[in-house]
């Protein structure tokens, strides 16, 4: 959310309530070039409300979500981790934009610094760098780029808490911008480049979690009602395998990007709206089948067979082929957790803003 925004710490609380586990707070491209001082005394102020409301809760560590900010450049960030000061535990991390091989070592050399002099008790720092430009998305340019990235991520491993896609600055290159009902796999140049990321960093023995790209739009409840029109989505998964109907438009297309995100082994989604948290959570929650399987292929792998039926009756699993994947939907079951075997993430989404049979 924007750091210029007065009701920062109210909002962060109110969606603390909702379920909200990470917030941003941006001083980068969501605020004007003249906005940046006003913006720097705002977080300070955000950050001192709500380190004050911690101190009066029961659990302070849990009362509130994951705190990052996302800072313009690696001058700034060192400015913030001085200006700070105390308030520097209130962050989890923060958010690197525009970040290359020529940027990535000042960012993270300035976290690695606070957290090689913090105090015995003070949390750590992380880094979270986004990955949105040219050179970056360039073809001539491209895998140099993220080798580079990828080798100067690998110096700096223990605070590199995930990989993110700037989808939007990419696009904004070519001059796109996809519509509500459109994913962002469907914008040639953009889909290419995202599918060398998850092959750079996505890859099992390198550990990165990679994140999904801002969707832009959220519903307009009144277009919405006039507009009533449902997208079918295929839900091969469960006992009693059905089609799941969601609303078209910004909610359809949200549901429909995340599912591809999912599908290609992206973990999270950065959210602009209230109204897409919920629908993100949902649907990476695991479903039953999905993690039945997975206990029964890591149960498994003792050498004792390599292959064997689902208890759904529906596939094969395959030991060694399968694994990692299994081990994948046990570590998002923990995280997201696990769906009823009757259930579909449909299921979780709220009644006033989706239906589904």
């Known amino acids: 959310m924007p750091a210029t925004r007065t009701s920062v710490a109210e909002d962060i609380l109110k969606l603390r309530a909702e379920g909200l586990v990470t917030v941003i707070i941006d001083l980068e491209d969501a605020i004007g070039d003249g906005e940046v001082c006003f913006a720097e005394e705002s977080v300070i102020r955000h950050l001192s409300f709500l380190s004050a409301y911690a101190d009066n809760e029961p659990d302070p560590v849990n009362s509130l979500p994951l705190i990052f900010i996302r800072v313009r450049n690696p001058e700034q960030l060192q400015q913030l981790i001085f200006r700070l000061g105390p308030l520097i535990t209130m962050l989890t991390g923060f958010v690197f ?11 993270f050399e300035a ?17 979270m760098p986004i990955l949105e430009s040219a050179p970056i998305i360039y073809r001539e340019s491209r895998l140099d780029s993220l080798l580079a990235i990828r080798d100067l991520l ?6 590199v808490l995930n990989v993110r896609i700037g989808a939007t600055d ?3 290159l070519f001059g796109l911008r996809r519509s509500p009902d459109i994913s962002i796999y469907e914008l040639a140049p953009v889909r290419d480049c995202i599918s060398d990321m998850i092959n750079v960093f996505g890859r099992v023995e390198d550990g990165y979690v990679i994140s999904g790209p801002v969707w832009e739009y959220f519903g307009n409840r009144a277009r919405r009602s006039l507009r009533p029109q449902l997208s079918s989505f295929d839900e091969s998964f469960g006992r ?8 078209s438009g910004a909610a359809g297309g949200l549901i429909r990007e995340v599912k591809l995100d999912k599908e290609n082994g992206i973990v999270g989604k950065t959210i602009i709206h209230p ?4 629908p993100v959570q949902a649907i990476y929650s695991v479903m039953h089948e999905e993690y039945v399987d997975a206990l029964g292929i890591i149960g498994s792998n003792d050498g004792s067979r390599g292959v064997f039926k689902s208890e759904y009756f529906n596939k094969m699993n395959e030991i060694k082929p399968h694994l990692n994947w299994a081990k994948r939907i046990v570590q998002r079951s923990q995280v997201y957790g696990v769906l009823h075997e009757e259930q579909h993430f449909a299921c979780l989404l709220p009644e006033n803003e989706y239906s589904h049979v």
């Open 97 to 107: 934009p525009k970040f290359t091989a020529e940027n990535g070592a000042d960012f």
């Open 111 to 127: 976290v690695a610094d606070y957290n090689s002099s913090r105090g015995y008790d003070a949390p750590v720092l992380y880094g």
């Open 154 to 159: 690998g110096d700096y491993r223990d605070y």
């Open 170 to 172: 990419f696009s904004s």
């Open 240 to 247: 009693q395998p059905r089609e799941v109907s969601l609303y």
């Open 275 to 278: 109204s897409q948290l919920r």
